[in-house]
């Protein structure tokens, strides 16, 4: 038996694509767990994509399926990556959540494991209001929140400017988007795919033996 996670993201600049690598990278530690990187559609014009540098910077990624909405039903936990926007998650993921309807009406996220990881611009951007307002749509689809536990002790790290907080892995790109994501979150990122997927497995060999 083998669960089944996925890694769907949304990613502008590169950030966030690279914080998943470091989630799937996490998962795949575990035995028993299958793990697929999806992202989901664009909705900014090329043009204007042009314009500010993220067309050429998406070419590294272009290579990563779209997800549509009914493939979240084929996952046992799904773990979202999105960059902060205003403090909270980009449109591009507000957007393919806003096309889960047929999935809220039928249950079939009900009692899947969840989780979030993201980026921000700069140290109190609000990643954790992003990552905590994320959850509302999780809870609304029924699904169970997995965060990041102190047990990770790179949450404690003061000798650096790092992400990771309880709520989920971050990253901070700086305002001009040339940080790239730091070996601190980039292990509490493997850490988080790492704990989904053991609680995943967990619970599905409980289920399994009911
Ligand atoms: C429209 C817009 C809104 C943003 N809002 C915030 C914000 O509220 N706080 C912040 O720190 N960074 C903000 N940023 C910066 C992004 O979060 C940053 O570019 C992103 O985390 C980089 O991730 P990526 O490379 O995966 O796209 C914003 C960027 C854009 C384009």
């Not at 290579?63 to 999105?82: K, M, N, R, V, Y």
């Not at 000798?159 to 990253?171: L, N, Q, R, V």
Request: net charge negative; charged share 20%; glycine share 10%.
């Amino acid at each position: 038996m083998s669960v089944n996670i996925q890694v769907v993201f949304y990613s502008m600049y590169g950030h966030i694509y690279t914080m998943a690598k470091a989630i799937v990278e996490g998962v795949k530690e575990v035995d028993g767990a299958d793990v697929t990187l999806y992202q989901v559609s664009e909705l900014v014009p090329d043009e204007i994509l042009e314009k500010s540098g993220a067309k050429a910077a998406r070419e590294a990624f272009a290579h990563i399926p779209l997800i549509s909405p009914d493939q979240l039903a084929e996952a046992d936990a799904i773990i979202f990556g999105t960059p902060t926007r205003f403090g909270n998650m980009c449109a591009q993921m507000r957007n393919f959540l806003d096309q889960t309807g047929k999935l809220w009406v039928s249950g079939g996220l009900a009692g899947k494991v969840s989780s979030v990881f993201t980026s921000t611009g700069t140290q109190h951007g609000g990643q954790e209001t992003t990552i905590t307002s994320f959850h509302s749509t999780l809870l609304h689809q029924g699904m169970i929140i997995v965060g990041v536990p102190y047990t990770e002790q790179r949450l404690l790290n003061m000798d650096e400017i790092t992400g990771g907080s309880p709520y989920g892995a971050s990253t901070l790109a700086a305002a001009d988007g040339s940080r790239q994501p730091s070996e601190n979150e980039l292990a509490i990122a493997r850490f988080q795919g790492r704990h989904v997927a053991e609680i995943t497995v967990a619970l599905e060999k409980g289920r399994k033996s009911q």
